[in-house]
């Protein structure tokens, strides 16, 4: 099966092309360096560089790829975290979420894909009685605010994109 794998240079997705791999699937990764493409290539994928803030660069990356399926593993998560960076960090990764996956689902869309499965998280969940579920609502406070957003956003348009059945999986830290 083909699989394209949007974000394929970050902590999920580099074991997640060489599991796709390892299990017989033809795999195409992005990235948003072309200093990566290495790092996707040496795991038997094909490389596309493309940011997913270029919508007509990401439609035309995933109709390439033709693939069956689509793995959302974008964010815009430093590799070294500094506390006096966290508020711009917060907001970059929310945009990614929220237009960053509006892009990829509609790209998903033009090549006629049917399945994305998204990377969500479980950690901003108001408090409540465990276990938690996917409908539990997510934590209001002003200080997630901004990831809350970002959240909400992405899970929206993977789960309500005409034509694609979208699954969100929700990771823990």
Do not use: C, W
């Not at 060489?18 to 290495?38: I, N, P, Q």
């Not at 479980?122 to 009685?129: I, S, T």
Request: aromatic share 2%.
């Amino acid at each position: 099966m083909n699989v394209f794998v949007a974000g394929a240079t970050g902590v999920i997705g580099q074991p997640l092309l060489r599991l796709l791999r390892d299990a017989g699937h033809a795999v195409t990764g992005t990235t948003r360096s072309a200093g990566k493409v290495a790092v996707i290539e040496a795991v038997g994928a094909h490389a596309v560089v493309v940011d997913a803030f270029d919508a007509e660069g990401l439609r035309r990356a995933v109709i390439a790829a033709k693939p069956a399926v689509v793995i959302h593993q974008l964010t815009d998560l430093p590799d070294v975290s500094d506390p006096s960076k966290m508020t711009e960090v917060r907001e970059n990764n929310a945009r990614l979420r929220i237009e960053g996956t509006r892009n990829l689902m509609a790209a998903a869309q033009a090549a006629g894909v049917r399945r994305v499965v998204a990377q969500s998280i479980a950690f901003v969940y108001a408090p409540g009685r465990k276990p938690l579920r996917e409908g539990d609502p997510l934590n209001a406070s002003e200080a997630q605010r901004v990831t809350i957003s970002g959240v909400a956003g992405l899970e929206e348009a993977v789960l309500h994109t005409p034509g694609i059945d979208g699954i969100v999986l929700r990771y823990g830290r």
